[in-house]
């Protein structure tokens, strides 16, 4: 069965410092892995998608994310955190069967400081 | 704004109620979604269908749960004889399977409380 683990409930950074926010997955197959984020009264938007091509993997607003086989991680970063960035983010797997059958992560909340 | 719409936003039903929302998905889009979250937790997959057609139920839709999709556009969620359990965020998805990557567009949700 997949399954994605995010490590922190709650991270807060500074404005312009650095995030990252974890995520380990388990899956029986080379997975499909994505990260959502969540902001107040929003729909989810996908910030990126790996699906077996390049393993860095750059999304939207300066987001990217590293596939490691080794480590089952998938690791979200941004250089420089913006007051904008501060939202809930999900880590997701998708069920292998030809639809989007997603399964995901509890969620990190990403506050940011000035 | 042609993303998914989801009515209503919000709903406040007592124990025992029937409640059913509805989920206007992106014109042409054939496959549409449904999931759940609960406070605290990421969304959890329902159902699915493609166009009018119900592929794949989630244990979580006890009998109490029914989805439709007539004719293969808007769609609707009802849930009878609400339980306070059943007090989460309804998100509804649609995606357009044209062979290659398919990408999934949520609605804001609907927000369901049992008293």
């Known amino acids: 069965a997949q399954s994605v683990t995010q490590l922190d409930s709650h991270v807060s950074v500074s404005e312009g410092t650095p995030v990252l926010l974890r995520c380990n997955y388990s899956?029986?197959?080379?997975?499909?892995l994505f990260w959502y984020v969540q902001h107040p009264n929003k729909g989810l938007q996908l910030l990126l998608k790996?699906?077996?091509?390049?393993?860095l993997v750059k999304g939207i607003n300066g987001f990217e994310a590293e596939f490691k086989k080794s480590e089952t991680s998938f690791h979200l970063t941004k250089p420089s955190a913006h007051m904008s960035d501060a939202a809930e983010y999900f880590c997701?797997?998708?069920?292998?069967?030809?639809?989007?059958?997603?399964?995901f992560g509890a969620g990190t909340r990403l506050a940011v400081h000035p | 704004d042609t993303g998914v719409s989801q009515d209503p936003r919000h709903k406040i039903t007592k124990r025992g109620q029937n409640v059913t929302f509805r989920c206007d998905p992106i014109?042409?889009?054939?496959?549409l979604y449904w999931y759940r979250q609960t406070l605290g937790q990421g969304p959890e997959f329902l159902t699915y269908?493609?166009?009018?057609?119900?592929?794949?139920k989630s244990r979580l839709l006890s009998d109490r749960f029914s989805a439709e999709r007539p004719k293969g556009s808007f769609s609707t969620l009802e849930i009878q004889r609400t339980e306070q359990g059943d007090s989460a965020m309804y998100l509804c998805?649609?995606?357009?399977?044209?062979?290659?990557?398919?990408?999934?567009?949520f609605g804001s949700g609907t927000q369901l409380s049992v008293l």
């Open positions: 997701v797997v998708s069920v292998k069967g030809g639809y989007n059958k997603l399964i």
């Open positions: 998805a649609s995606s357009l399977t044209t062979g290659g990557d398919e990408k999934l567009f």
């Open positions: 269908f493609q166009n009018e057609a119900q592929l794949e």
């Open positions: 014109s042409e889009h054939n496959r």
């Open positions: 790996y699906t077996s091509a390049a393993t």
């Open positions: 899956s029986s197959y080379s997975p499909s």
